[in-house]
């Protein structure tokens, strides 16, 4: 078609028109005009994104991190489908990540086997043949990365940071936790019924008649549950010196005088032993009781369960189901999530930084990488002036605060050094038994650490991660790539207001703020679990405290179920620091200087509106019960309409007056760092 001069000036009209469309600003559309910000902050900010975007059928939740964790699903999928095709050599990074998604991926052969990955194992808790037996198959379970019995690892000593301990944990049970075996409101009743059933499916799927299965699943369900009435409450683990007994090897022995230790750790890799930390030890006198009084039969159908328990996720479909069926109760989610997201989620369990390498070569430029390194600097800079300038706090605890806030290590976007990951073994014999053979890397891997010095340069999240971390045994913090990810963004493209919202306050802030909460600030500069309060300020600290235990006991996210203040309080805590902290970042900026609005919004205006997109969440009622009972941090709500308004420039944002919902007289406020 021959261009006419008029024609020419209407297309290039056009399309100047379209380049010089503003883009619509993400923060604006989210907000709901129809609620006051005075009396839902959380319902102002982010309910006009709720609105328009329901929970999918197979999510228990929807929100931010779910836009994130998609465009980095995609991404991640990017490099496995690239992986099958690149036909690598065997043993590189490129083999394993292949050969990993291919075999996960293929249902057709997955649905032909059913359990058959499984029968090996199960044989194997068919040969037992006395209660002793149990020791040497229960350490080669915790190799392989199935759960039973109880809980152990290899970590930092508590009080010796320099120092990897052997450490023993209470564990061995089905649901989440031991309150799953004994509360009575309507949702935790469901999930025990939903529990039950699965004991008594798991068990016909295995070849038990109705009876016989409806038998042996009651004789698991009871021995858990006698191993629940010893298990400590959630929010009873958040005493770091309650939970740290250390004994030595002979005492633990006596302890537990009916499990194999000797034959447990040679199995387990560990050579020399001179002390271990026990959490719990009331857990292991009942767990002692038990391996003497239940019988081998019922012990035998507790490892089977618990084998079918830890595998459903990489068998068949029909298997997977069964458990689906289960864990719905948990999350509300009506099906399950699609198998490719499914096996990502796996693969990043087992080869996560593996993945990583290739991720940051793509994904996170060094220029985002100095932005985020830069804004730690300034949380630490405006931490220093709050520590100097608290008026409860004594000169000799400020100067050691100081000290430690100095000494935080600072881990950004992905590892100087990374792991070797040659040796672990991944094929194409079956997806079950690559996550075994990962599991038994790994378990190696850790358990090797014993005996040697503690690597500090070491990341315990794969920088594509949506989440961050405060390390208080090595007094740092780990703030991996993706989780400054903001959905269909560039990093050029967001404005310091919302950065300092969105980043500073809710994940750099949050996390140095858990160097000084309620458990980390326990420990001292070196990591290490040591007084170093004078006891006074220990006391003003804990009373003020408490302000915000009953401030989040008030809560009631769904039906009559409260948020726990006391299991909640670190996040919490670290949550208004974060805020604080942020705020205090952004005034020495020269875009809150200015105060020019953007999108008709202030600074102040955009630095809250970003640290609400941070917890831009919805979650379905059998989650939010779920995570009441069972997680450290508050509802998404909770968290953002909790700690606002503690923050006088909240009021000062938004017009919040007395009378309003948000409202908080200054005297109730709380007040910490």
């Known amino acids: 078609m021959k261009l006419t001069p008029l024609l020419l000036c209407l297309i290039l009209f056009a399309t100047a028109c379209k380049q010089n469309t503003p883009k619509p600003d993400f923060l604006t559309t989210n907000i709901d005009t129809t609620v006051n910000p005075g009396e839902d902050f959380f319902g102002y900010a982010n309910g006009g994104w709720i609105k328009n975007n329901p929970i999918p059928a197979d999510e228990s939740s929807w929100g931010i991190g779910n836009l994130v964790q998609e465009e980095i699903y995609n991404r991640l999928k990017t490099i496995n489908d690239k992986a099958i095709t ?3 050599a065997s043993g590189t990074v490129s083999q394993k990540i292949g050969d990993f998604w291919s075999t996960a991926m293929d249902s057709a052969k997955l649905n032909k086997e059913g359990i058959q990955p499984l029968k090996p194992l199960l044989q194997k808790i068919d040969a037992l043949q006395t209660n002793a037996d149990i020791t040497a198959l229960a350490a080669n379970f915790h190799n392989i990365g199935i759960g039973c019995i109880f809980t152990d690892y290899v970590a930092q000593d508590d009080k010796n940071s320099e120092a990897m301990a052997y450490q023993l944990m209470q564990g061995g ?32 799927q295995l070849g038990n008649d109705s009876a016989t299965a409806h038998s042996n ?34 005492e633990v ?7 194999g230790w000797d034959e447990y750790l040679k199995i387990s890799g560990i050579k020399t032993l001179d002390s271990v930390i026990v959490g719990q030890p009331e857990f292991y006198t009942a767990l002692n009781n038990e391996l003497k009084m239940t019988s081998l039969a019922d012990w035998k159908n507790y490892l089977k369960i618990h084998l079918v328990l830890s595998e459903a996720a990489y068998l068949d479909d029909s298997t997977y189901q069964h458990y689906f069926d289960y864990r719905k109760a948990l999350s509300g989610t009506s099906k399950p999530r699609p198998r490719w997201k499914r096996t990502l989620d796996a693969e990043e369990h087992i080869l996560g930084e593996a993945l990583g390498q290739l991720f940051v070569k793509e994904y996170f430029p060094e220029k ?6 830069n804004l730690v600097e300034a949380i630490r800079d405006a931490y220093k002036e709050r520590i100097q300038h608290l008026d409860w706090m004594s000169d000799s605890t400020k100067a050691k605060a100081l000290d430690k806030l100095s000494k935080i290590t600072k881990k950004v976007g992905y590892p100087d050094k990374w792991k070797d990951f040659t040796a672990m073994q991944i094929g194409k014999e079956a997806y079950a038994t690559n996550m075994q053979h990962a599991s038994d890397w790994w378990h190696h891997y850790e358990f090797s650490k014993l005996g040697k010095p503690v690597d500090r340069t070491e990341w315990d999240m794969s920088p594509q991660t949506y989440n961050a971390y405060y390390n208080p045994s090595n007094n740092e913090i780990v703030l991996p790539a993706g989780m400054f990810t903001v959905p269909g963004m560039r990093d050029e493209e967001l404005d310091d207001a919302f950065v300092y919202g969105y980043a500073a306050a809710s994940t750099i802030g949050h996390e140095i703020t858990h160097g000084f909460d309620d458990q980390g600030r326990q420990y001292d500069a070196k990591g290490n679990l040591k007084s170093w309060w004078i006891a006074a300020d220990s006391v003003q600290f804990t009373k003020r405290t408490q302000k915000i235990i009953q401030e989040f006991n008030g809560f009631m996210p769904v039906d009559t179920l409260h948020v726990n203040g006391s299991a909640t309080q670190g996040e919490n805590i670290a949550d208004l620091g974060g805020l604080l902290l942020g705020i205090d970042a952004l005034k020495k900026t020269e875009v809150y200087q200015k105060n020019q609005t953007i999108h008709g919004q202030t600074p102040l205006q955009r630095y809250f509106l970003g640290y609400a997109y941070s917890w831009m969440i919805q979650d379905r009622k059998e989650r939010l019960a779920s995570q009441l009972m069972q997680d450290v941090h508050a509802p998404a709500k909770e968290r953002v309409n909790g700690p606002v308004v503690n923050v006088p420039e909240f009021y000062e944002a938004f017009g919040i007056k007395p009378g309003d919902k948000m409202y908080r007289a200054d005297s109730l406020r709380v007040k910490i760092w």
């Open 86 to 88: 690149d036909k690598a």
């Open 173 to 204: 049970l089905g649901m989440p936790n031991r309150d799953y075996y004994f509360n009575t409101d309507s949702k935790t009743v469901n999930v025990r019924n939903a529990y039950q059933q699965y004991l008594l499916e798991t068990f016909i």
């Open 217 to 250: 699943a009651a004789s698991v369900y009871n021995l858990e549950r006698k191993l629940a009435i010893s298990s400590r409450k959630l929010a009873d683990l958040r005493d770091p010196y309650k939970n740290y007994h250390k004994i030595s090897l002979a």
């Open 253 to 259: 022995k006596t302890l537990i005088p009916n499990f």
């Open 368 to 373: 985002a990488k100095e932005r985020y390194s």
